[in-house]
Each structure stands twice: as structure tokens, then as C-alpha cells.
């Protein structure tokens, strides 16, 4: 079973400045309730008793959001206020299931998924990328079922649009398992449009294997000077390590961009 998500929290997030200068973007509220309690309620639902923040010290206002408990008690004392008795239970139950690491220079996805190295217990860990949100189907329950059949690693997948390749990390496909999942022959972080051998895409959801840290602590940087998850990925499967891209039903909301999370906040509140 998988009981560990990871969900890497480090980043600059420059392309939500100016506001990330001042404040995380997995806070900002998206129908009333931060970011990152679609991601935590995903995890809850589907399993996970253990989740591992990589924040840095820029990003410590997160660690206090979910610490501010004793602030919390006192209002409910003074005010009874239902709502915010609510949400103080809802903050203590997430309390109690996070660990904080840091990564405080953002030297990429893989070095923050290093951090977590000597935290995770099992074969296999979930880790989720904030800025991606799913609605509609809970996109790691599903994963963990594909998970348990066939034994392996996977990777939330989604074909895009043949001209923005060059923003995602790119999968070559070796055979289709069934009508939603297939084997990965190859993954290319951030190809152009000549380089990418498909308009399949990875989504910021995976299940992957603990021996990436292996890989992770010789790995050098790759594309824009950063070290990536997907070329640690990458490696693995050259080394047989089985990769399948799972293709998830449900929606796909962006929240790293201004458009994409003003977009993101329009298709919640429809729900
Ligand atoms: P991105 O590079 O896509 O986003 O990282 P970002 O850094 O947050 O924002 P931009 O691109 O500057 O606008 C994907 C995820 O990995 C985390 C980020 O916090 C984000 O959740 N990350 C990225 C780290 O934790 N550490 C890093 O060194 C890099």
C-alpha cells in the first residue's frame, strides 16, 4: 500500500509574482479554501496517512498556517464561532499527518524530492505537485489502484496541445496496457516541438520508487540548470524500472499561472 504522498512546496513560484514575494501561492484561496487542502483531502481520500512538505525557509507562512491552533482555541473561546471551530478541527486533522522538510535553495524538483530521502519508509511514494489540481475523480486513488495491479511506478498523463510541449516533461510510449494505461519507453523534460516524441504529457502526480534517491544524489543538472525528477524518471527506465502513464479521467486546472488559477477558481465554484 502506499501511505506516503510528498508534495514538493520550495519553488519561487515567479510566475505569480509579485504576489509570491510576499506570500505562498498554495494559500491563496481558490472558492474560499487554500490550494493546498484540495491537494491534502486528495491524499486523505485516498489513503495517505503520512505527507512530507518540502517548504524553505521563504515559505515558512505555510508551516504557520497549519500550526496556528492555539490562536484558533482562543477565538473559539472568546467568539464560539462555528466556522472557525470548523476549520480549526479541519487544521488539526492535517496537523497531525504533516512533516515539514527543507529545501531552502530551489535546485530543482529532483534535489527537493532528495530532501525527503530518509523519511520514506516503503517500496513505493505518492508525490503530488500543488499547482496541479484535479476535480472530478481523485487522480492518486486511482493511481494507487494501478499501482497495486500491476506492481509498478506511475505517472498522471494527459495529452496537450502539440505547440506548448515545450512547458512539460513529454512521454514516448512503449505498448497500451489497457484503454487507460500504458507503459512509458521514454520521458523527455521540456522537449521542443521537434525533440518531443508525443503530445503526452506528465501531470504533477506519480507514484515512484524509493530507489530514485539512488539516482537523485549523483544526478546533474539538466535543462535551464536545475536537477528534475523526470531525468532521475528518465534513468530509471533505461534501468528496466517499469513506468506507466495513467491515463486519469476527471479535469485539469493549472493554479501556477495568474490565468490558469483565476481559471481554476471559476471551474471549482461550478462544482
Ligand atoms: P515549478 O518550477 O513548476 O514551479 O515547480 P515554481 O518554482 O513553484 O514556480 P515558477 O515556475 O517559478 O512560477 C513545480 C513544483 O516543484 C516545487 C515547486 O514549489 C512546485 O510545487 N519545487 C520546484 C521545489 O520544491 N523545489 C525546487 O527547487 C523547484
Same mark, same amino acid.
Given at each position: 500500500m502506499i501511505k506516503q504522498a510528498i508534495i514538493?512546496?520550495?519553488?519561487?513560484?515567479?510566475?505569480?509574482?509579485?504576489?509570491? &514575494?510576499? %506570500?505562498?501561492?498554495?494559500?491563496l484561496p481558490i472558492n474560499g479554501k487554500p490550494g493546498i487542502e484540495y491537494i491534502l483531502d486528495e491524499c486523505i481520500d485516498a489513503g495517505i496517512?503520512? @505527507? #512530507?512538505?518540502? !517548504? /524553505?525557509?521563504?515559505?515558512?507562512?505555510?508551516?504557520? +498556517? %497549519? +500550526?496556528?491552533?492555539?490562536? +484558533?482555541?482562543? !477565538? #473559539?473561546?472568546?467568539?464560539? $464561532?462555528?466556522?472557525?471551530?470548523k476549520e480549526y478541527q479541519k487544521i488539526l486533522k492535517y496537523k497531525k499527518i504533516i512533516k515539514f522538510v527543507y529545501q531552502n535553495k530551489p535546485l530543482g524538483t529532483g534535489d527537493a524530492v532528495l530532501k525527503t530521502k530518509n523519511l520514506i519508509k516503503d517500496s513505493? %511514494?505518492?508525490?503530488?505537485?500543488?499547482?496541479?489540481?484535479?476535480?472530478?475523480?481523485?487522480?492518486s486513488k486511482s493511481m494507487i489502484k494501478i499501482h497495486q495491479k500491476y506492481k509498478s511506478s506511475v505517472m498522471a498523463s494527459m495529452?496537450? $496541445?502539440? &505547440?506548448? @510541449? /515545450?512547458?512539460w516533461g513529454i512521454f514516448k510510449l512503449k505498448k497500451n496496457l489497457d484503454k487507460n494505461n500504458s507503459l512509458i519507453d521514454d520521458v523527455i523534460e521540456k522537449p521542443s516541438i521537434h525533440e518531443a516524441p508525443s503530445n503526452k504529457a506528465v501531470i504533477g502526480r506519480y507514484i515512484l520508487p524509493k530507489k530514485i %534517491?539512488?539516482?537523485?544524489?549523483?544526478?546533474?543538472? *539538466?535543462? *535551464? *540548470?536545475?536537477?528534475? #525528477?523526470?531525468?532521475?524518471?528518465? &534513468?530509471?527506465?533505461k534501468n528496466n524500472e517499469t513506468f506507466i502513464a495513467h491515463n486519469f479521467s476527471g479535469k485539469y486546472l493549472d493554479c501556477g499561472t495568474?490565468?490558469? +488559477?483565476?481559471? &481554476?477558481?471559476?471551474?471549482?465554484?461550478?462544482?
Open positions: 514538493p512546496l520550495a519553488g519561487l513560484g515567479t510566475r505569480l509574482l509579485p504576489l509570491t &514575494s510576499v %506570500f505562498a501561492k498554495e494559500l496517512k503520512e @505527507v #512530507i512538505f518540502i !517548504i /524553505s525557509k521563504k515559505k515558512e507562512i505555510i508551516k504557520k +498556517y %497549519f +500550526y496556528n491552533d492555539l490562536f +484558533y482555541k482562543k !477565538i #473559539i473561546k472568546k467568539k464560539n $464561532d462555528q466556522r472557525v471551530k513505493h %511514494f505518492l508525490m503530488l505537485l500543488p499547482d496541479d489540481l484535479i476535480i472530478k475523480n481523485n487522480c495529452k496537450v $496541445d502539440k &505547440s506548448t @510541449v /515545450s512547458r %534517491f539512488n539516482l537523485l544524489i549523483n544526478q546533474k543538472p *539538466g535543462k *535551464g *540548470g536545475e536537477i528534475h #525528477i523526470t531525468d532521475a524518471i528518465q &534513468s530509471l527506465i495568474m490565468n490558469g +488559477y483565476i481559471k &481554476s477558481t471559476l471551474e471549482i465554484a461550478k462544482l
